[in-house]
T-cell receptor, first 111, second 115 residues
Framework: LAKTTQPISMDSYEGQEVNITCSHN???????ITWYQQFPSQGPRFIIQ???TKVTNEVASLFIPADRKSSTLSLPRVSLSDTAVYYC????????????FGGGTRVLVKP | DAGVIQSPRHEVTEMGQEVTLRCKPI?????LFWYRQTMMRGLELLIY????????DSGMPEDRFSAKMPNASFSTLKIQPSEPRDSAVYFC?????????????FGPGTRLTVL
C-alpha cells in the first residue's frame, strides 16, 4: 500500500525559506493536497490546499508538479513561531480514497 | 464560533473500563472526523460522518471502538473495554464539505491514558 511520506525533521534559521516535500505517488484522482501545522498540545491547523500547479496565500506557497505525485510546502522567511510539525494530507487511491496524513515533518527554527 | 469542542481534555482510566469521548462540531459543518494520534502511528483517521451518517469506519481498529453521531451537533467515540494500547490523543475535526477537499477544523484533542 502506497504511503504518504515526508522527511522526519529539518532545521532552519530565522528569515530563511523552508521547503518541505511530501511524496504521495498514489494520490486519488480528484483529491486535493492539504497541509496542516501542529503545535504541541494542539490540534492540527490548516495552512494551505491545492490541486495542481501553484497556490499561494499569506503564510505559504504550495507547489504541485503535473503528475501530482508529490507536493512542496514553502514557508518564506520563517520565524521562531513557525517551529511546529507540518503534515500533508491526501486521499490515497489504493485505500479507497481514504484520507491519509503523512508522518509529519518537525521543523525547528533557530535564532 | 467557539470552534470544535472536545471533552474531556484528559482522561485517565484503568484497563477494562469504558471510555466515552465527546465532540461538538462547528455549526453548519456537515462532515465530522475522528482521528487518533500516537508517536508510533502518527495521525490516523478512525471514522468520518457526513450529515450524521457514518461513511467510512475502516480505520476503527477493533470492535471495541464505536462511534455515533445522533445529531448534527454531537458525536461520541466509545472504547469498551479499554486497553493500554489505546492510550493516545484523540482528535475530532469538522468541515464544510468533503474533508479531503475542504479545510478541516480540529478540536484541542482528548489525551487518553489507559493504565
Amino acid at each position: 500500500l502506497a504511503k504518504t511520506t515526508q522527511p522526519i525533521s529539518m532545521d532552519s534559521y530565522e528569515g530563511q525559506e523552508v521547503n518541505i516535500t511530501c511524496s504521495h505517488n498514489n494520490i486519488a484522482t480528484n483529491d486535493y493536497i492539504t497541509w496542516y501545522q501542529q503545535f504541541p498540545s494542539q490540534g492540527p491547523r490548516f495552512i494551505i490546499q491545492g490541486y495542481k500547479t501553484k497556490v499561494t496565500n499569506e503564510v505559504a506557497s504550495l507547489f504541485i508538479p503535473a503528475d501530482r505525485k508529490s507536493s512542496t510546502l514553502s514557508l518564506p522567511r520563517v520565524s521562531l513561531s513557525d517551529t511546529a510539525v507540518y503534515y500533508c494530507l491526501v486521499g490515497e487511491k489504493a485505500a479507497g480514497n481514504k484520507l491519509t496524513f503523512g508522518g509529519g515533518t518537525r521543523v525547528l527554527v533557530k535564532p | 464560533d467557539a470552534g470544535v469542542i472536545q471533552s474531556p481534555r484528559h482522561e485517565v482510566t484503568e484497563m477494562g473500563q469504558e471510555v466515552t469521548l465527546r465532540c461538538k462540531p462547528i455549526s453548519g459543518h456537515d462532515y465530522l472526523f475522528w482521528y487518533r494520534q500516537t508517536m508510533m502511528r502518527g495521525l490516523e483517521l478512525l471514522i468520518y460522518f457526513n450529515n450524521n451518517v457514518p461513511i467510512d469506519d475502516s480505520g476503527m481498529p477493533e470492535d471495541r471502538f464505536s462511534a455515533k453521531m445522533p445529531n448534527a451537533s454531537f458525536s461520541t467515540l466509545k472504547i469498551q473495554p479499554s486497553e493500554p494500547r489505546d492510550s493516545a490523543v484523540y482528535f475530532c475535526a469538522s468541515s464544510r464539505g468533503q474533508g479531503g477537499n475542504n479545510e478541516q477544523f480540529f478540536g484541542p484533542g482528548t489525551r487518553l491514558t489507559v493504565l
